[in-house]
């Protein structure tokens, strides 16, 4: 296959007849002498159906005309990886986007999307994705990288959810749970362009969540279903995707499917067979996968964001506190030393615990922030440090660790130097643990962790230097993997921080003014 020029392509066979029935638009066939026999080179139009066509004939690495007539707009340049993968995506009305968390699959399927509405292909666009994606990774990466289309969110009470499907937006991005509330409107919203990020979601067949979103999709309609982890428990987390994408890929009853790819020890015991990873390959098609070391052209580090909204108990306190704090901005001067103070405090609230004068720990509901770390860790194609700078932080998260069965350590403050080595050295050596939790400034400097490429953020910090520290720990010399740096944000404050943290600006300098800005009194 070349490609001539960004009109036409250039074909190489042996036996022409059934590409030049179906290909109408032909520019030329002629004939060459191969060492095989009578050899063609035919000369089609590069256009999508005619890339379809000989995708279909089993043409190979046919590229679709994204790949030559396309602007790529945006603020951003796209990787070789971005490309291959936006123009995989516009040739599979249905298809499986598998790329790792950090490659930039977003902003892949978006100039796909951009490139299907420019040839008037699709109109519509609807994304489904958890909550703490919607705004940090879908309507960012939309500003971003196809700023000249009309973005709306669907989230909140029902006819707001309403009013936005029934708007002009081209692209509306929704959570899974709002796809029952607003099921009748989506189904006559226009919607031919479905994508479900964090598909994993889609695994159960049974749940109301996946009826109600199977029954919103017809033969027309585009679907593609983005994770990189399709079947991170069992294979048979396999078996809601593909029927939602091709339905004929499985068997139609779930328990065929396991028989398929489980042995059945006991009554309530089921072991993958071994031929087990074959079959889900195969019905995972069409499909497209890139792992973070494929991406030669990816940057090192990838930052990203994650919004985990605090849960009412947390905003009842977080807001009291507020107003506490709001009372003295507004009356005499706030000295740096107690405007730390407060701001530790609502840093606390937003993590899950906070101390008291007495040195007693208030633990607050967390679930959307922990559910959200196990998400991550689990998304991850090697180990993970979860970076948390309170100690009964670290306690609420290796407890919730522990009782999913994810091997994890943990390093504070309290934590021998003896004891820390053999920790470090065990999760540098040997399979477990999974996770490292430490407390930033206890293992900021030195040390050597690239037995992970992954780091959460429970919380900011307000020291610049000890973040960027952590940081290195595994974006040091002898890392092989591209690295991705992951913010857990639920509040203004952290928000806040992490503005700081990422223009490396050190936060403990404008703490005051942070202060106050967070009332508007600067």
Known sequence: MEIIDNKALMLKTRNPDKVTQVITQSYVTSETQTPTGIGYEIAVKWTLPNAKILQNLGFKNVP?????????????????????????????????????????????????????MTKKIIKRVLVICPLSIMDPAWRADLFKTAMHRRVDIAHGAKDK??????????????????????ANEIAKGGFDLIVCDEASALKTPTTNRWKTLNSLINQHTWLWLLTGTPAAQSPMDAYGLAK??????????????????????TQFKYVPRPEAQKIVH?????????????????????YTERDTPITPQQRKYYDLLKKEMLFEAAGEEVSAVN???????????????????TGEVIEFDCSVRLKEMVEIVQQSSHKTLIFANFKHGI???????????????????????????KIFNKFQ?????????????????????????????????????TYLQANARVHRQGQ????????????????????????KTEAQNTLLNMYKNIFGLI
Not at 282 to 302: F, G, H, M, N, S
Not at 398 to 412: A, N, P, Y
Not at 441 to 460: D, E, F, Q, R, S
């Open 244 to 265: 939602m994408l091709r339905p004929d890929s499985v068997p139609r009853y779930i328990g065929a499917f396991r028989d398929q790819v489980m042995i059945k020890l």
């Open 395 to 421: 306690v609420t998260i290796k407890r919730h660790l522990d009782s999913l069965g994810i091997t994890s350590e943990v390093i504070h403050g309290g934590v021998s130097a003896n004891n820390r080595t």
């Open 339 to 357: 405007a730390a103070v407060k701001m530790n405090k609502l840093l606390q609230i937003s993590s899950g615990a906070a101390y008291t004068d």
């Open 64 to 116: 679709s005309p994204i790949m030559g007539q396309y602007e790529w707009p945006g603020m951003y340049k796209p990787f070789e990886h971005q490309k291959t993968t936006a123009s995989f995506l516009t040739l599979n009305q249905r298809a499986f986007c598998l790329n790792d968390m950090g490659t930039g699959k977003t902003m892949s399927v978006i100039w796909a999307a951009d490139y299907l």
């Open 282 to 302: 195969k019905v995972l098609q069409p499909a497209i996968r890139y792992t973070k070391e494929e991406c030669l052209d990816l940057p090192e580090l990838v």
């Open 429 to 465: 050596m040997e399979k477990d643990p999974q996770v490292l939790i430490i407390q930033p400034k206890a293992a900021a400097h030195g040390v050597t962790l690239h037995a992970a490429n992954t780091i959460i953020w429970w919380g900011p910090i307000t020291s610049t230097e």
């Open 161 to 182: 959810r309403i009013k936005v499907i029934n708007s002009d937006a081209e692209f509306v991005i929704i959570n899974y749970d709002g796809i029952e509330i607003v």
């Open 480 to 503: 092989k993997n591209p690295c991705t740096v992951v913010h857990l944000v639920g509040s203004s404050v952290e928000r806040s921080l992490y503005t700081s943290l990422s223009n």
